[in-house]
């Protein structure tokens, strides 16, 4: 098993950063993480992932070049730092994880998070 916090969500304007934290505790040593987000009345889409292990890395098109993932082991923590932001990234930001799997699909993470909101003002 798996639990993740998230927390660093908040309100920010158009070009703005935020930085994004999920503690993760429980199995993690080989586990996938990565970040999904929901707009209301939207699906949930990716936004990136990463192997545990830091060898493998994916983004969405929509947020390559301005979002990056990372971990710190020793902390269990992963992190999305998220540089000139735009109205269309509000969403609810949800941290995913999975003990095996590695994509960019919903199904492929079998732990989430509770969700933090991101707000983009124009």
């Known amino acids: 098993q798996v639990q993740l916090v998230e927390s660093g969500g908040g309100w920010v304007q158009t070009g703005g950063s935020l930085r994004l934290s999920c503690a993760a505790s429980g199995r993690t040593s080989s586990s996938s993480m990565g970040w999904f987000r929901q707009a209301p009345g939207k699906e949930r889409e990716f936004v990136a992932a990463m192997r545990w292990s830091g060898a493998y890395t994916a983004y969405a098109d929509s947020v390559k070049g301005r979002f990056t993932i990372s971990r710190d082991n020793a902390k269990n923590t992963v992190y999305l730092q998220m540089n000139s932001l735009k109205p269309e990234d509000t969403a609810v930001y949800y941290c995913?994880?999975?003990?095996?799997?590695?994509?960019?699909?919903?199904?492929?993470?079998?732990?989430w998070g509770q969700g933090t909101q991101v707000t983009v003002s124009s």
């Open positions: 995913v994880a999975d003990l095996s799997r590695f994509g960019s699909r919903p199904t492929e993470y079998d732990f």
